[in-house]
Each structure stands twice: as structure tokens, then as C-alpha cells.
């Protein structure tokens, strides 16, 4: 009986805490705001049961925070800002209390490239990375013990470019993916058509080092953006922009080695073509991108467990213009999208057995909404 007791009280404490087994989190919502800084970073409250939305906070003039990241224990959140401004670009810190749902800066610190798109926080709670895809840069920041931003301690320039078209015409890094073990991070570049790969070490002034496989390239032209692994840890995925295409891989160790490259949009519709963000559901079974330009869809994947190949299964409607992120909220219920250009944020119902999306009745108007981010809340 006392055994029965203690499992019980287990299961227990592992629902209430384990994200997945929440109900209600935080949203953010980073959005472009114009060189003139505005409302900024949105936070609102999450009921996955209902799929509703209440708004809580937003900060004040704050500039482009275009990007988002939040740290696991929930303190802090950390963002790209003054982004697409010429000659500029920070990383910023933010406070976050859960008991209030606000927000309150901390300090920023210069990415030493303009346009910063991306940034990634290491779980020792020791490091950030962001990438700049204007500026060429990978950066490297250190954290103070209290979340503060310290000085960039490493910065990795690239000139490099495959010249198809136009937006091959110099490196434009997209992304800055620490891999499951966080042993490696991998980085999108779309302007040199591959992915470059870099070891990592915590515990160094200079964690950041080039890997026994410096790139994996790409197609010519195909434009490499977002990036994510597979839950199982032995697949990786890339969604291609220029292409509109998702490149499928086996990872190992740091290596990845092509199975598939599979169209993310509709064979009749013609290029040019803007794929952007990639997730993959909870459960591992289902794969998603998000398509631009002429499009405005989710496509929808199904994943092979065995050999991590996709086999396309559909397309959802994102209900606005220029999905440039989406989210799956971390009980796989619902698929959250923001349409940059439409000032919107759509809630998806996601059916898990079928993958298949469909629209539900909540929704946000936000000016330039550019990412989305959970925090479980209880």
C-alpha cells in the first residue's frame, strides 16, 4: 500500500509539472515594430483545453523584437532586437515574473552584426548564440549568474555565397540550433546554401568550434532557413525558403547525412516560393512548415518512425498573410501561427491521431507578430 501511495503521489507530481501534462502557459509574442518602437513583446495566457487567449502584459517601446527565446526555468526571456535596422542589432535580456505575467528589462548587449534573426540559450544557463543574417555573424554571449548579457565572447564572420540568385550573394545565417546533446549547434546559412555545424563546449572562454564536418550543403539555390530535430534525436529536418522544399536527414554525432528533399508546397503553384518555419508535434509523428509568398499555408507531414522519411499529407490555410512562425503548444492540441503582413495570431485545432489542422475561433490582432513562445504556468 505505502509503495501504491508513493507511485500515486509521484504520478501526480509529474502531471502538475511536466510542461507537456500542463493546461495553461504563457504566450510570447515578439513583433516588428517599426524603427519607432512599440508594445513589443506581447504576453498573454494559454488555456490548452479551451484554446483561448488572454492577454496579461506587453512591454513599451521596445524596438523589432523579432525574436525570441525562453530560459527553462521561466526567469527570463531573452530576445533579438532592432532588428532590419542598417548598422545595428542587440541581444536583450527580460526579467519574467510568473506570479504577474510581466516583463521587465534588463540590459542588451550588441550582436556585432545588423539584423540579428535568431538566438538559443544553452541549459547550463551559461551561454546564448545568436545568428545575424544581414550582418554574416554567429555571436556568442556569455551569461551573468543573475541572466544579465554580458559582452559578446566570440563572434564568426562568413563572406561566402553560392551566387544563384540574389539572395545567394553573401552568407545570411537564419538559425543557431543546439543539437539534442547540446555537444554541437547548427546553423542555416541561406545565403551559402548550407548548414554549417560547430562543436560546443560549456565549459571554455570560446565554446564554439568548428566540427570534425564544418557544412552539409545543400541544394544550389534552395536556401536553407529553420532547422529541428526529431524527438527521437536520430533525424533532423530543414525547411528550405528559396525551394520550398524540407530536407530530411539521419543525425549522428554530429553528422547528417540526406534521406529525402520533399516539396512543402503544392506542385501547381509556381516559384517564387517563401518557406519559413519548421516543427515537429509532441509525439514525433508529424512534421509542419510554414509557406510565404503566394501560399499562406501550414503544410502537414507524416513521419516514418523507422527511417524519419516524410510523406506529405495535406495543407491548412494560416488565415492571414505571411506566416513567418508558428508554434505547437506543448500538448500537441493546438497549432499557433503569426502572420507577419495580416497582423495576426490564428489558433489551429490540431488533431493528434490524424495530424490535420483546422481553424478554431480564436484569434489576436497584433501588428507584425514574427514569434511565438510557451511557458507552462502551472
Not at 518512425?305 to 508554434?327: A, C, D, W
Request: aromatic residues 12%.
Amino acid at each position: 500500500m505505502r509503495v501504491f501511495k508513493s507511485l500515486l503521489v509521484f504520478i501526480i507530481i509529474f502531471l502538475q509539472t511536466h510542461p507537456g501534462f500542463a493546461q495553461n502557459f504563457y504566450l510570447f509574442i515578439g513583433t516588428f515594430t517599426g524603427p519607432a518602437g512599440g508594445d513589443g513583446i506581447h504576453v498573454y495566457r494559454f488555456d490548452s483545453k479551451a484554446g483561448t487567449l488572454t492577454k496579461v502584459s506587453n512591454t513599451q517601446k521596445l524596438v523589432n523584437p523579432s525574436y525570441l527565446t525562453v530560459s527553462p526555468d521561466g526567469k527570463f526571456v531573452y530576445s533579438c532586437t532592432e532588428s532590419r535596422l542598417p548598422g545595428s542589432g542587440n541581444v536583450s535580456c527580460f526579467a519574467f515574473s510568473k506570479q504577474t505575467g510581466v516583463l521587465t528589462f534588463v540590459n542588451k548587449q550588441p550582436c556585432g552584426g545588423d539584423n540579428p534573426v535568431y538566438v538559443a540559450e544553452h541549459s547550463s544557463r551559461k551561454w546564448l548564440i545568436s545568428g545575424s543574417y544581414t550582418g554574416t555573424s554567429i555571436t556568442v554571449f556569455p551569461l551573468a549568474n543573475d541572466g544579465s548579457i554580458l559582452p559578446a565572447g566570440q563572434i564568426i564572420r562568413y563572406t561566402d555565397s553560392t551566387i544563384v540568385n540574389q539572395r545567394d550573394n553573401k552568407s545570411h545565417i537564419h538559425a543557431t540550433v543546439f543539437a539534442p546533446d547540446e555537444k554541437f549547434v547548427f546553423v542555416p546559412d541561406l545565403g551559402a546554401d548550407k548548414i554549417r555545424c560547430f562543436s560546443f563546449d560549456a565549459l571554455v572562454t570560446k565554446p564554439l568550434q568548428f566540427a570534425s564536418t564544418p557544412a552539409t550543403y545543400a541544394v544550389p539555390g534552395s536556401g536553407p532557413r529553420h532547422f529541428v530535430f526529431h524527438p527521437n534525436k536520430k533525424f533532423a529536418y530543414c525547411a528550405e525558403e528559396l525551394s520550398g522544399t524540407v530536407a530530411a536527414y539521419t543525425y549522428t554525432n554530429g553528422k547528417l547525412d540526406s534521406i529525402q528533399r520533399i516539396l512543402a508546397h503544392e506542385a501547381a503553384i509556381p516559384s517564387p516560393y517563401a518557406s519559413a518555419d519548421i516543427h515537429i508535434s509532441p509525439d514525433g509523428h508529424f512534421l509542419y512548415v510554414s509557406n510565404r509568398a503566394k501560399e499562406n499555408t501550414i503544410a502537414i507531414f507524416k513521419i516514418d518512425q523507422k527511417s524519419g522519411k516524410l510523406t506529405s499529407i495535406g495543407y491548412e490555410s494560416t488565415y492571414g498573410v505571411h506566416p513567418r512562425n508558428f508554434m505547437i503548444d506543448p500538448t500537441g492540441r493546438y497549432l499557433l501561427v503569426a502572420n507577419e503582413l495580416s497582423g495576426s495570431v490564428i489558433v489551429l485545432k490540431r488533431e493528434r491521431k490524424t495530424g490535420l489542422l483546422t481553424k478554431t475561433d480564436t484569434a489576436l490582432n497584433i501588428p507584425g507578430p514574427s514569434c511565438l513562445k510557451m511557458l507552462a504556468i502551472d
